[in-house]
T-cell receptor, first 109, second 112 residues
Framework: QKEVEQNSGPLSVPEGAIASLNCTYS??????FFWYRQYSGKSPELIMF????GDKEDGRFTAQLNKASQYVSLLIRDSQPSDSATYLC?????????FGTGTRLQVFP | KAGVTQTPRYLIKTRGQQVTLSCSPI?????VSWYQQTPGQGLQFLFE???????NKGNFPGRFSGRQFSNSRSEMNVSTLELGDSALYLC???????????FGPGTRLTVL
């Protein structure tokens, strides 16, 4: 079992829809969870982090964490074509981050 | 604060050569992690340095090595280059490791 798992996609959603990206992790002791966005040929950039169970909202982005189910998700409301990218989930394991392989999101007009 | 810088941004080498890549962290960041990313692949963790010591290591051959200096700048070296080493090499820095990482722009290495 991989430490951090994501569906590779692509996830295709129409412009204006809600995109839902999911991530599961294996280490119950994980404390911090991160979402990064990576455009093709560019380096990953941090979108959000979440530490506590529940939802955390930042503009069009909402991160959701459920530690009991070992599940973290990212919702993107009012998806735009500019949101088309690969989204990486990362989980903190003591002194390092473990990255998933990413989900490719395609938003079509 | 200045961001993470990586030099050079692009590099072309031939098989059998060696290469050194450099990463300068954000001021105050003591942890530097290196990743390899090939087309269509996720981030492959190479190693992490903290306070001049290699603290974590991924599953790469010994041709890949690194070091960190007292000012937290880090270098990685790849010896005896192979065609499969062509990739985007990313460094990411954080204050302690295990917390938010900030990525540099990457070095794109092409091995011919």
């Amino acid at each position: 079992q991989k430490e951090v798992e994501q569906n590779s996609g692509p996830l295709s959603v129409p412009e204006g829809a809600i995109a839902s990206l999911n991530c599961t992790y294996s280490d119950r002791g994980s404390q911090s969870f991160f979402w990064y966005r990576q455009y093709s040929g560019k380096s990953p950039e941090l979108i959000m982090f979440i530490y506590s169970n529940g939802d955390k909202e930042d503009g069009r982005f909402t991160a959701q964490l459920n530690k009991a189910s070992q599940y973290v998700s990212l919702l993107i409301r009012d998806s735009q074509p500019s949101d088309s990218a690969t989204y990486l989930c990362a989980v903190s394991n003591t002194d390092k981050l473990i990255f998933g392989t990413g989900t490719r999101l395609q938003v079509f007009p | 604060k200045a961001g993470v810088t990586q030099t050079p941004r692009y590099l072309i080498k031939t098989r059998g050569q060696q290469v050194t890549l450099s990463c300068s962290p954000i001021s105050g960041h003591r942890s530097v992690s290196w990743y390899q990313q090939t087309p269509g692949q996720g981030l492959q963790f190479l190693f992490e340095y903290f306070s001049e010591t290699q603290r974590n290591k991924g599953n790469f051959p010994g041709r890949f090595s690194g070091r960190q200096f007292s000012n937290s700048r880090s270098e990685m070296n790849v010896s005896t280059l192979e065609l499969g080493d062509s990739a985007l090499y990313l460094c990411a820095t954080s204050p302690r490791g295990g917390d938010t990482q900030y990525f540099g722009p990457g070095t794109r290495l092409t091995v011919l």
